[in-house]
Protein backbone atom coordinates (compact mmCIF):
# COMPACT_ATOMS: atom_id res chain seq x y z
CA UNK A 1 0.00 0.00 0.00
CA UNK A 2 1.52 3.32 -0.97
CA UNK A 3 1.14 6.35 1.13
CA UNK A 4 0.26 9.54 -0.70
CA UNK A 5 2.52 12.27 0.17
CA UNK A 6 1.48 15.80 0.83
CA UNK A 7 4.46 18.03 -0.94
CA UNK A 8 2.50 21.25 0.18
CA UNK A 9 1.48 20.52 3.74
CA UNK A 10 5.33 19.34 3.90
CA UNK A 11 6.52 22.39 2.85
CA UNK A 12 4.26 24.38 5.20
CA UNK A 13 5.36 21.97 7.84
CA UNK A 14 9.14 23.18 7.61
CA UNK A 15 8.41 26.44 6.20
CA UNK A 16 6.48 26.81 9.92
CA UNK A 17 9.65 24.78 11.94
CA UNK A 18 11.72 27.19 10.74
CA UNK A 19 9.46 30.52 11.66
CA UNK A 20 9.05 31.66 8.08
CA UNK A 21 5.80 33.67 7.52
CA UNK A 22 4.83 33.04 4.16
CA UNK A 23 5.07 37.01 3.13
CA UNK A 24 8.77 36.00 3.94
CA UNK A 25 8.89 32.71 1.91
CA UNK A 26 7.08 34.84 -1.53
CA UNK A 27 9.87 37.18 -1.31
CA UNK A 28 12.62 34.98 -0.99
CA UNK A 29 10.96 33.06 -3.75
CA UNK A 30 11.17 36.18 -6.21
CA UNK A 31 8.69 38.89 -7.69
CA UNK A 32 5.85 36.70 -9.00
CA UNK A 33 5.34 35.38 -5.52
CA UNK A 34 2.88 36.67 -3.43
CA UNK A 35 1.63 35.51 0.29
CA UNK A 36 -1.52 34.01 -2.08
CA UNK A 37 0.39 32.29 -4.21
CA UNK A 38 2.46 30.24 -1.44
CA UNK A 39 -0.91 29.66 0.30
CA UNK A 40 -2.21 28.33 -2.76
CA UNK A 41 0.83 26.07 -3.46
CA UNK A 42 0.94 24.79 0.87
CA UNK A 43 -2.56 23.40 -0.08
CA UNK A 44 -1.08 21.12 -3.72
CA UNK A 45 -0.90 17.41 -3.40
CA UNK A 46 1.99 17.51 -5.57
CA UNK A 47 4.83 20.28 -6.52
CA UNK A 48 6.94 20.35 -9.97
CA UNK A 49 10.24 19.81 -9.14
CA UNK A 50 11.65 22.94 -10.28
CA UNK A 51 9.70 24.53 -7.70
CA UNK A 52 10.50 21.84 -4.97
CA UNK A 53 14.19 23.01 -6.16
CA UNK A 54 13.68 26.17 -5.32
CA UNK A 55 11.78 25.91 -2.22
CA UNK A 56 14.51 23.53 -1.37
CA UNK A 57 17.20 25.93 -1.78
CA UNK A 58 15.53 29.33 -0.12
CA UNK A 59 14.80 27.40 3.34
CA UNK A 60 17.84 24.95 2.66
CA UNK A 61 15.66 21.43 3.10
CA UNK A 62 16.61 18.63 0.93
CA UNK A 63 13.65 18.23 -1.54
CA UNK A 64 13.32 14.59 -0.81
CA UNK A 65 12.66 16.10 3.17
CA UNK A 66 9.38 17.61 1.18
CA UNK A 67 8.42 14.71 -1.26
CA UNK A 68 9.27 11.70 1.22
CA UNK A 69 7.91 13.78 5.22
CA UNK A 70 5.20 11.54 6.19
CA UNK A 71 3.68 13.32 9.35
CA UNK A 72 1.31 9.84 10.14
CA UNK A 73 4.71 7.94 10.04
CA UNK A 74 6.58 9.82 11.95
CA UNK A 75 3.84 10.35 15.15
CA UNK A 76 3.87 6.52 14.80
CA UNK A 77 7.91 6.06 15.05
CA UNK A 78 7.73 8.03 17.91
CA UNK A 79 5.00 6.96 19.73
CA UNK A 80 6.43 3.23 19.32
CA UNK A 81 10.12 4.76 20.63
CA UNK A 82 8.90 6.24 23.66
CA UNK A 83 5.80 4.95 24.90
CA UNK A 84 5.85 2.63 28.06
CA UNK A 85 5.19 -0.73 25.83
CA UNK A 86 8.57 0.07 23.71
CA UNK A 87 10.16 -3.03 22.40
CA UNK A 88 13.95 -1.39 22.38
CA UNK A 89 15.28 -3.77 19.27
CA UNK A 90 12.37 -1.73 17.23
CA UNK A 91 13.97 -0.80 13.51
CA UNK A 92 14.75 3.31 14.08
CA UNK A 93 16.06 5.64 11.41
CA UNK A 94 18.71 7.58 12.66
CA UNK A 95 19.45 11.10 10.38
CA UNK A 96 23.10 12.27 10.28
CA UNK A 97 23.07 14.84 13.35
CA UNK A 98 26.14 16.33 11.27
CA UNK A 99 23.38 17.41 8.64
CA UNK A 100 21.19 18.78 11.30
CA UNK A 101 23.92 20.52 12.92
CA UNK A 102 25.04 22.11 9.64
CA UNK A 103 21.12 22.81 8.79
CA UNK A 104 20.93 24.68 12.75
CA UNK A 105 24.21 26.64 11.44
CA UNK A 106 22.85 27.88 8.40
CA UNK A 107 19.87 28.97 9.98
CA UNK A 108 21.82 30.71 12.49
CA UNK A 109 23.83 32.56 9.69
CA UNK A 110 20.75 33.55 8.02
CA UNK A 111 19.08 35.26 10.83
CA UNK A 112 22.79 37.05 11.91
CA UNK A 113 22.51 38.24 8.40
CA UNK A 114 18.82 39.52 8.09
CA UNK A 115 19.84 41.02 11.43
CA UNK A 116 22.74 43.09 10.38
CA UNK A 117 20.67 44.57 7.18
CA UNK A 118 17.88 45.72 9.32
CA UNK A 119 20.34 47.03 11.41
CA UNK A 120 22.14 48.76 8.54
CA UNK A 121 18.60 50.24 7.06
CA UNK A 122 17.23 51.20 10.59
CA UNK A 123 21.08 53.46 10.35
CA UNK A 124 20.88 54.83 6.96
CA UNK A 125 16.94 55.63 7.73
CA UNK A 126 18.59 57.85 10.73
CA UNK A 127 21.19 59.47 8.34
CA UNK A 128 18.05 59.95 5.98
CA UNK A 129 16.07 61.62 8.54
CA UNK A 130 18.97 63.81 9.71
CA UNK A 131 20.01 64.91 6.18
CA UNK A 132 15.72 65.79 5.75
CA UNK A 133 15.51 67.50 8.86
CA UNK A 134 18.85 69.50 8.42
CA UNK A 135 17.54 71.06 5.15
CA UNK A 136 14.28 72.21 6.50
CA UNK A 137 16.20 73.69 9.25
Known amino acids: MEKNIHQGRNVKRFREMLGIKQEALALDLGDEWNQKKVSLLEQKDVIEDHLLKKIS ?80 D
Not at 66 to 87: G, M, P, Q, R, Y
Open 57 to 136: GVLNIPVEAFKNFDEEHAVNLISCTFSDNAIFNNRVDVQNINSIDKFIQLHEEKIALYERMLKEKDDMMERLEGLIKSKH
